[in-house]
């Protein structure tokens, strides 16, 4: 993660990286340099109060700047962040963290009174980036000063960041837990920088590569069916979806890893988020369901108000759907408004999407396996069986699969398949998921 971003830094360290949009719309825009700075100063900071190299983090934080500094800050200091969800009540946080403490030191727990604290001062981007360092460093200070005590913060942050892009391997070991439950024992899913990686990879990939692409070309932007300009190779992405989940985390590295800036959402409103893919030629957003669903009716009432007005929804080159099944209403109602949309198959014990396709009206419910990932189909029904034939349980494998529960025994075949719990069939290079038969097996420890 740290060495992409900091190649992404040496490249254009001055091109935005993020722009936050809050929730009253006020937008902040954060360059590749300045967030390396805070992200870097941060992790000194939280050395410095004790937080060392394989100790775990909690963040229990909305979708916020501090969330993208804590993740780089955690990473430059090889800190093992915890992804809190941050909607669970006190109660359920504190068992989270209870429960994860048998399993490592959570040497601290930020939500967001403790964020103002520590990188607060990061939102005051005006500010010269020394006094925004100095204040995020709180006491610290050089024994002996030679460039002065801000510029010798910045010369020691971008130094202590160089050295621990040096330093920075894709670990296999866990740098990202998912502790995110909506109820009862949450299930610790620990995931290696390398994996979060390669799942990245792998959509971002897929998502550029020729045949994907192909469909994109037959209307090109700029036209009199595209309120556009043309923008060659560029992709802006959206981030609505929680960061504390996967499918919203997993948005932020892709974005590292194919330098592709983001717009942070604090919230998910439905008439800002199609204004801004109007206005600021945003290219990709992931959404649910339900947010996909808003985003369809207030196109839908617009349309009816003045039949001859452009669908917002058609300027997106890519809208990922990132729910587990897919629901029919909704995707006869995008295909009414020329919603370019492509479904995903993917969990946290995946780190995201193994398989995506663009919904076509040839669409029958077929998803492309990612490059990487392969497919096995445990105990396949036969003939006049109770599920179709040929369907049986989901096994698979790939860049991206965890290697186990910190809090559980999961379970995989001989040959390190992850049984997901899911009843699916592959044909034809394509997997058919049917339905989510079981929860995935697991066995508590005690």
């Known amino acids: 993660m740290i060495d992409a971003f900091e190649t992404d830094v040496r490249i254009d360290p001055d091109a935005v990286f993020f722009t936050f949009v809050d929730e009253s719309g006020a937008e902040t825009a954060f360059t590749y340099r300045y967030t390396r700075l805070v992200a870097a100063a941060l992790a000194r ?115 202590f960041a160089e050295r621990a892009a040096h330093l920075f391997a894709n670990s296999v070991q866990p740098q990202v837990i998912f502790a995110s439950g909506s109820s009862g024992r949450a299930k610790q899913v620990p995931l290696s920088w390398a994996q979060l990686a390669g799942a990245s990879r792998a959509l971002n990939e897929a998502l ?53 800036p983001l717009r942070l959402y604090a919230r998910f409103d439905a008439e800002q988020v199609l204004h801004d893919a109007r206005v600021k030629g945003v290219t990709h957003i992931g959404v649910r369901d339900r947010m996909m669903q808003d985003l369809l009716t207030v196109e839908e009432w617009r349309c009816d108000f003045d039949p001859d007005v452009v669908s917002r929804l058609a300027a997106y080159r890519c809208i990922l759907l990132c729910n587990r099944t897919l629901n029919p209403l909704t995707l006869d109602r995008a295909s009414d408004l020329d919603a370019r949309m492509f479904a995903s198959y993917g969990m946290a014990e995946t780190a995201g999407p193994i398989a995506c396709t663009r919904i076509t009206p040839a669409f029958r ?81 005690q």
Not at 59 to 81: K, Q, R, S
Not at 216 to 224: A, C, E, M, V
């Open 45 to 159: 900071r939280l050395a410095a109060m004790g937080v060392r190299e394989g100790h775990l983090l909690a963040v229990d934080l909305p979708n916020c700047p501090e969330f993208i500094f804590l993740t780089l800050a955690c990473a430059y200091g090889g800190i093992t962040m915890v992804a809190l969800n941050h909607r669970l009540s006190l109660a359920e946080k504190q068992a989270r963290v209870l429960d994860l403490s048998r399993h490592g030191c959570v040497a601290c727990q930020v939500d967001e009174d403790r964020a103002r604290h520590l990188v607060g001062a990061a939102r005051q981007v005006r500010r010269p980036v020394g006094e925004v360092i100095a204040a995020i460093m709180g006491n610290q200070r050089r024994e002996r000063s030679i460039m002065g005590e801000q510029a010798d913060h910045v010369h020691d942050t971008v130094h």
């Open 208 to 260: 550029a590569s020729e045949d994907m692409v192909a469909w994109q070309d037959s209307l090109p932007l700029g036209t009199n069916s595209s309120p556009l300009p043309p923008r060659p190779g560029r992709t802006l992405w959206q981030l609505c979806i929680p960061l504390y989940s996967i499918d919203g985390f997993q948005t932020l590295v892709r974005a590292v890893y194919g330098m592709q």
């Open 365 to 445: 419910g077929g998803l492309r396996l990612l490059k990487g990932y392969d497919v096995r189909i445990i105990d396949a029904q036969p003939a006049g069986g109770s599920q179709p034939a040929g369907f049986g349980q989901l096994a698979l494998r790939g860049p991206g699969v965890f290697d186990g529960y910190l809090n559980a025994n999961a379970a995989f075949t001989v040959d390190r398949y992850f049984m997901t719990g899911d009843v699916a069939l592959t044909y034809d290079g394509c997997l058919y998921i049917n339905e989510r038969s079981v929860n995935i097996p697991l066995f508590h420890m």
